[in-house]
């Protein structure tokens, strides 16, 4: 096998998406929304076995951080970052708190015409 499309000569060796996961597709614990705030639970000491991305999402999140962001800041798919977010939930090492309900219709269209009234 050729291994010239394995290996980025700026970059190193190519690793794809799902094999961070393991090839799992859902997270382990519960089902995590696109815009839920990640935040790294108790210290920055985390158990032997993580992977290189669960230390970097828990070093990331010390500060509430939505879903979506920390896989734009780790330039992966959303999909695998649900999954490790979903290891290290199970794991108690982070909390993700779901994101507030929308507010009711009734109080957007109130402040529709009132914009308008100005």
């Given at each position: 096998m050729n291994d010239e499309r394995w290996l980025d000569e700026d970059a190193g060796p190519i690793v794809p998406a799902y094999?961070?996961?393991?090839?799992?597709?859902?997270?382990?614990?519960?089902?995590?929304?696109l815009i839920a705030v990640i935040i790294t639970a108790g210290g920055l000491t985390p158990p032997a076995?993580?992977?290189?991305?669960?230390l970097i999402i828990m070093?990331?999140?010390?500060?509430?951080?939505?879903?979506v962001d920390v896989a734009a800041e780790l330039n992966l798919p959303?999909?695998?970052?649900?999954?490790?977010?979903?290891?290290?939930?199970?794991?108690?090492l982070v909390q993700v708190e779901p994101p507030r309900p929308a507010p009711d219709a009734k109080v957007l269209l109130e402040v529709i015409?009132?914009?308008k009234a100005l």
């Open positions: 094999l961070l996961t393991r090839g799992r597709t859902v997270p382990a614990s519960k089902a995590i929304d076995g993580l992977g290189p991305e669960h070093q990331k999140c010390t500060k509430p951080t939505r879903l959303i999909g695998v970052i649900r999954v490790l977010v979903g290891d290290l939930h199970a794991q108690e015409s009132g914009l």
